[in-house]
């Protein structure tokens, strides 16, 4: 008996690990956050009231409480600036995410097909990028997109343009579009990989031999068994591409509107804590539909494969 009770407490822990790890890390900050955007902003350290100090009582613990409005979110529901923000954010985000979609597949499913001595060497190739630091990889793009960059020099060497004329790429939203889908491509294909080097190739010889066309049979055999991969792969991308600061700000213009470069702008320039925290929380929101989209489809598919 002690030794179930011991085997049984051992699955009770390890369950509650994983638990008291969000616990931590993220609920806590969450409320946190949540806190201070129903705060109003103030000249003080810190630039939010009210602050709880339980040392005052439970009278003064209440006050505060009550203090406590949805002000913010309404001034961020019609304020035009941040609902371009988002629409603006969720409308380049998805984008990349196409593009990264439409350029990892092929990729993904050249890795699945090629012999399996080559696999891991391609799989390193797709990982080998993150062995850098993410802003080094963005400011290299800088030296490309620029206008006497890497990318105008390459276009004059073999004759699109004139050695007078130079690309006007940085600054601008392609240039962001680029930078996403470089830096997330290998989120998209190691999903995409992974769904496709399970699939039995022996469906694709089935198809041939009764007739069917590659074409059809890549529409009706390789895309539905890679579901999985591509809606994990898109997901993966698209959930960091909402709330990315780094690449529009240093590839965009000053016309690239996102919700990170604005959520910065609130907290270190406006040193508006309460605000930028409602932008926070109604960001981790409109990210939190998608995530329970995804996990609902996931549930949905090991039911139906059982």
Not at 2 to 17: E, P
Not at 243 to 268: A, C, H, K
Request: glycine letters at 6%.
């Amino acid at each position: 008996m002690s030794t179930r009770r011991k085997s049984g407490w051992g699955r009770r822990l390890v369950i509650a690990v994983p638990y008291l790890w969000l616990l931590v890390f993220f609920l806590a900050p969450f409320a946190i956050v949540v806190r201070i955007s129903l705060s109003e902003v103030a000249i003080a350290m810190p630039p939010y009231l009210p602050v709880f100090d339980l040392s005052q009582g439970f009278e003064a613990f209440w006050q505060d409480l009550s203090a406590l409005s949805f002000d913010n979110y309404a001034w961020l529901a019609g304020d035009p600036l941040y609902i371009n923000s988002y629409l603006s954010s969720l409308w380049i985000a998805g984008v990349s995410t196409l593009l990264a979609l439409l350029i990892g597949f092929p990729l993904a499913y050249g890795m699945a097909r090629a012999p399996h001595s080559w696999r891991p060497i391609l799989m390193m190739a797709v990982i080998l990028p993150f062995w850098t630091s993410f802003l080094i990889r963005v400011y290299a793009w800088i030296g490309i997109l620029k206008p006497e960059g890497l990318l105008t020099l390459f276009a004059q060497t073999i004759g699109i343009l004139s050695p007078d004329d130079q690309l006007r790429i940085l600054n601008t939203n392609t240039a962001v579009y680029i930078g996403i889908v470089y830096s997330y491509l290998p989120f998209m294909v190691l999903p995409l990989y992974a769904a496709l080097e399970r699939m039995d190739a022996s469906l694709l010889e089935a198809a041939q031999d009764l007739g069917c066309p590659p074409l059809k049979a890549f529409w009706s055999i390789t895309v539905p068994l890679a579901v999985p991969g591509i809606i994990a792969g898109c997901f993966l991308v698209f959930i960091p591409a909402v709330g990315e600061f780094v690449i529009p700000d240093l590839l965009g213009g000053s016309d690239t509107l996102m919700i990170g470069r604005t959520l910065w702008n609130e907290f270190f320039n406006n040193r508006d804590w309460p605000v930028s925290s409602a932008v926070a929380v109604l960001l981790l929101l409109v990210l939190i539909v998608p995530i329970v989209a995804f996990q609902h489809f996931q549930q949905r598919q090991q039911e139906a494969m059982r």
